[in-house]
Structures are given as C-alpha cells and as structure tokens.
C-alpha cells in the first residue's frame, strides 16, 4: 500500500521557468511532510519541509504548499536552474505521541532542467 | 560541523557472508534511522534506534537483519548470510529529539550510503 505517491515519474522544464513537482498521500495521520533532492551514488538532501499546522512553506526558490483536505503537496522551484536536475523524493511522518518516527517515501520524480 | 558518515561507502560480499554496515550520526543527534533502496524505487524505512535501543523495527526483515546503537561508537547495520536480493544502497539518517508541539524538529539528514552488492 503506497502511502506516500509520487505519480509523475519525471519532469522536463526550461531553466528559468517553474517546477511543479507534486505529491500526494493517504494516510491522515501524517503531520510532517519533507522534500529531499538526490543525486545518483549520493544520499538525499533535505531541500524543505512544512507541517501540517501551514499550508505554505518558502526558503528561498524553493516553496512547499500542503492542501490537507485533499492530502496533496506540491513543492515549487523558481527560477529553474540546470544544478536542480535531480531526483526529488517526498516523505511524510506522523507523530501521534509526540515523538520522533519513521518517514514514508514516495518514489520519486526526476527533475530536468534544460539550459 | 560533520554530517552523517557512513561506511563503507561500497561493499561487496558474496553469498552466505556477513555484511556490517556503519552510522556515524551528525553531532548532537541521538536518534538513527536506516532506510534500504531498491533499484527505481523509493527508500523504505527498516529500523530506528536511540542509544542502546531499538525504537521501531517494523521494517526489518524478521531473518538475518538485525541492528544497533551502542552507548559508544557508531550504529551498525548487520545482514548475516547475505543473498543476491539484498543488494542495495543502505542510508542513515539521524535527526534530533522533535518537540511535542508542533512545528516538527525531527528532520532526518540523511548519509551518503553503502551500496552493497551481493555476488
């Protein structure tokens, strides 16, 4: 049972234009949500997150929107840079009695960002 | 300030030997998790510990697999009498104690990983 679903297996945008890399999940419990970056023979990232007391979350280029009632995020990268070509994972934990746990991963999106 | 270290970054063992797999988390952390990597998949979770004990093993296959997180030294992943499928990358993470209000203070930061290959 994929909890945590990445359905675009990739994406393809022009530098300087908007990421849209989306992300949606089943399991109500979850409270915390990150996004990480990877690179091939490197281990992921952390790029952002955003808890599920916000619906918006931004660090620079990148910004995470969190629409519960629907259990979708989407994280936005502007402007697209070629360095952002990577795979982006989304994860999900939740934390029921306040204490740290697991996160649950999606499957990833290829990013391709062309010059 | 030194991130997660892990080693060794490559391993290589053919079947029915052991492999140990080693965690060093970031400083200040006290909580390791280790994820597994299958090819074109996503990670998926195995094991969390704290110093000297086992949190949360409900990804952890019920044979061969076993984990630990001593009072001193790194935490170690072990896989006894290893077979072709459990080639893989093996990442760590470790992340610091969250708050029990929100906003979450546990975000995991991950290693480069092991990538063993079973022969």
């Known amino acids: 049972d994929q909890q945590v679903k990445q359905n675009s297996p990739s994406l393809s945008v022009q530098e300087g234009r908007i990421s849209i890399l989306n992300c949606d999940y089943t399991?109500?419990?979850?409270?915390?949500f990150l996004w990480y970056k990877k690179y091939p023979a490197e281990g992921p990232t952390f790029l952002i997150s955003?808890?599920?007391?916000?619906d918006k979350n931004e660090d620079g280029r990148f910004t995470v929107f969190l629409n519960k009632s629907a259990k979708h995020l989407s994280l936005h990268i502007v402007p697209s840079q070629p360095g952002d070509s990577a795979v982006y994972f989304c994860?999900?934990?939740?934390?029921?009695?306040?204490?740290?746990?697991?996160?649950?991963f999606g499957k990833g999106i290829t990013l391709s960002v062309r010059p | 300030n030194a991130g997660v270290m892990q080693n060794p970054r490559h391993l290589v063992r053919r079947r029915g030997q052991e492999a140990r797999l080693r965690c060093s988390p970031m400083?200040?952390?006290?909580?390791v998790y280790w994820y597994r990597q299958l090819p074109e998949e996503g990670l998926k979770f195995m094991v969390y510990?704290?110093?000297?004990?086992?949190?949360?093993e409900s990804g952890m296959p019920k044979e061969r697999f076993s984990a630990e997180f001593p009072k001193e030294g790194p935490s170690i992943l072990r896989i006894q009498q290893v077979v072709r499928g459990d080639s893989a990358a093996y990442f760590c993470?470790?992340?610091?104690?969250?708050?029990?209000?929100?906003?979450?203070?546990?975000?995991?930061?991950f290693g480069p990983g092991t990538r063993l290959t079973v022969l």
């Open positions: 993470a470790s992340s610091p104690p969250t708050s029990r209000l929100p906003p979450r203070t546990d975000t995991q930061y």
């Open positions: 399991n109500s419990m979850f409270d915390y």
């Open positions: 955003i808890s599920s007391i916000k």
């Open positions: 994860a999900a934990s939740a934390n029921p009695t306040g204490a740290n746990s697991k996160l649950t």
């Open positions: 400083k200040g952390h006290s909580h």
């Open positions: 510990l704290q110093k000297e004990n086992i949190i949360d």
